[in-house]
């Protein structure tokens, strides 16, 4: 039994191993075609002219980061305050009803977000706007707030549900309304739970291709929350099927993933140091 | 009358066995086609149409590019090249034979409520590559130009760019995945234009003239219509054809194949 245990765990890493080992070895020879300064820092991505292609990432690693972090901004709060209704504030018969229903909202498949953006957002952005197209940077931003929230909530009502009563009712018999006590005494002792939901929610927005292929605009400009731009997912999502097989097209490509990978890889590392870091302070 | 009767029937049946274009139905082999991305439907239900003839021959298509076709077929390391645009002098000089198997249309799409009519050459052009901004520089009514397009590499792109002039000019607002996308997204956006095979652009979006040339299969066999690409297979003059491959180049040639091809979207030459 445990020989099974083990060589389930192994099989686990070895495939992760294996997924980092083909992305480095698919994705080193562009960049090192191109010059890792120019891929890294290069402001413009045009693979497939004839005489001078260009593959500068620059505008789709920032247009990641802001998107994800506009998410973040969006999202988190938000999310945040509805897990404290439903944990803390709800009527018990309504967040039984209410805690079901978000976690199914999780199980939303990402390309139906996508498509209620592409039908009803961005139409509605570019009228309320008044721009040429309303697919755009803000309108991928909503699409993820709105995707990472579920997840959001759940970690979060989950992890505030975990506080001992013991700490509340403390807070509440020295004087403090409800709501001091939810913010001050149970948000900060779930605040690892917390912090993994937004680690979650992070991976999640960045991660993302399907949903914001169909509402961001896909062009890689420089990011600006009006204009239409692309993210490191959707610039291989949406050049993979036409890259011919071996071409310096498709190995910039890899190196995109690659990039991407190595990104998520940190930024998971930087939330959870400065997030969970301070657990035990 | 009896006497010549029987050697006549002979003749005849000889003669059907000679002439006739179905390839036995027992012929076995593999046939390689290596080219045009854009053919990948046409290939689809050409291959699927041609296993039901004959069952022991399989058809490979590998979408490798219309450069990457000619070479391949040039230098035998297929047995069919594809090609969605004209053979160039070197290809034929070389030994390139090509033939014609069907045709495909760019068509250029605006929203419904857009009252455009007629674009020149020379103004798709100016709206493509940023020169004309605004709907009232074409006096259709008032708003900026949103530019639709297709994510580079893919054919209906690259087709449309070189048959407008504007090869790697383009400034596009936005840039979508897939012909569908861009259909349904000019359709939603009063201020959009776009270009889509002639074959998706249906009810939802206004398809405008080039040159008061309207898109329909007729202008686009005739010529008139100047969006269009020929879908060829590419052959070595000079060597012979295997029997397998010689049956499915006939069949894609043939007037059976002309009825599939619209199931892809192509039209018939």
């Known amino acids: 039994m445990g020989v099974l245990l083990a060589a389930c765990a192994l099989a686990a890493v070895v495939f992760l191993l294996l997924i980092a080992l083909y992305l480095i070895l698919a994705g080193l020879p562009a960049i090192r075609k191109a010059g890792l300064g120019e891929f890294l820092l290069g402001t413009v991505w045009d693979s497939t002219n004839a005489e001078a292609p260009r593959f500068g990432i620059l505008p789709m690693l920032l247009t990641s980061l802001w998107g994800a972090a506009g998410a973040v901004v969006l999202g988190v709060p938000v999310g945040f305050f509805t897990a404290v209704y439903l944990a803390k504030a709800a009527p018990r018969p309504l967040a039984r009803v209410l805690r079901p229903a978000v976690s199914l909202l999780a199980g939303i498949p990402s390309v139906v977000y996508g498509l209620v953006g592409m039908c009803a957002l961005v139409p509605a952005l570019r009228a309320a706007l008044d721009l040429p197209a309303g697919d755009s940077l803000l309108a991928a931003v909503i699409v993820l707030a709105v995707m990472i929230l579920p997840s959001v909530i759940d970690l979060t009502t989950t992890a505030l549900e975990a506080v001992p009563r013991e700490y509340e009712e403390g807070s509440l018999a020295l004087g403090a309304t409800e709501a001091e006590t939810w913010l001050r005494v149970s948000a900060p002792a779930a605040r690892s739970g917390i912090a993994a939901a937004v680690v979650l929610g992070v991976g999640r927005a960045l991660g993302e291709a399907m949903a914001i292929l169909m509402v961001a605009g896909n062009v890689p400009n420089m990011p600006g929350l009006l204009r239409s731009v692309r993210f490191l997912t959707t610039g291989i999502a949406i050049e993979m099927n036409y890259a011919s097989p071996g071409s310096l097209q498709r190995q910039a490509l890899f190196s995109i993933g690659l990039v991407l990978f190595v990104f998520i890889l940190l930024v998971n590392l930087l939330l959870n140091r400065t997030l969970k870091g301070r657990k035990g302070a | 009358m009896q006497k010549r009767?029987?050697?006549?029937?002979?003749?005849?049946?000889?003669?059907?066995?000679?002439?006739?274009?179905?390839?036995?139905?027992?012929?076995?082999?593999?046939?390689?086609?290596?080219?045009?991305?854009?053919?990948?439907?046409?290939?689809?239900?050409?291959?699927?149409?041609?296993?039901?003839?004959?069952?022991?021959?399989?058809?490979?298509?590998?979408?490798?590019?219309?450069?990457?076709?000619?070479?391949?077929?040039?230098?035998?390391?297929?047995?069919?090249?594809l090609t969605s645009r004209e053979l160039r002098p070197e290809e034929a000089a070389q030994g390139a034979a090509a033939h014609l198997i069907a045709l495909d249309a760019v068509a250029v799409v605006v929203n419904p409520c857009r009252p455009l009519e007629d674009l020149s050459l020379e103004r798709l052009a100016g709206i493509f590559t940023g020169r004309i901004t605004t709907w009232d520089q074409l006096g259709c009514g008032e708003g900026p130009i949103a530019v639709y397009g297709r994510e580079a590499g893919s054919g209906t792109r690259t087709a449309f760019e070189d048959l407008a002039g504007v090869a790697d000019r383009c400034a596009y607002t936005n840039i979508y995945g897939s012909t569908g996308d861009v259909v349904g997204s000019v359709a939603s956006n009063p201020n959009a234009i776009g270009y889509a095979s002639l074959a998706s652009a249906g009810e939802d979006v206004r398809t405008v003239k080039i040159g008061s040339v309207p898109c329909t299969e007729d202008t686009v066999r005739s010529g008139d219509y100047p969006l269009r690409r020929p879908f060829l297979m590419v052959t070595r003059r000079d060597a012979r054809l295997g029997e397998a491959a010689s049956a499915f180049l006939d069949f894609a040639r043939s007037g059976e194949a002309a009825g599939y091809l619209s199931l892809a979207g192509a039209i018939a030459p």
Not at chain 2, 58 to 75: F, Q
């Open chain 2, 5 to 81: 009767f029987l050697p006549v029937l002979m003749l005849c049946l000889l003669l059907t066995g000679c002439g006739g274009r179905e390839p036995p139905a027992g012929l076995q082999g593999t046939v390689s086609t290596d080219g045009s991305t854009s053919m990948a439907d046409v290939m689809a239900v050409l291959q699927e149409a041609f296993r039901e003839k004959c069952p022991g021959v399989t058809v490979n298509y590998s979408g490798t590019g219309s450069g990457a076709g000619v070479e391949a077929a040039l230098s035998g390391a297929c047995d069919i090249g």
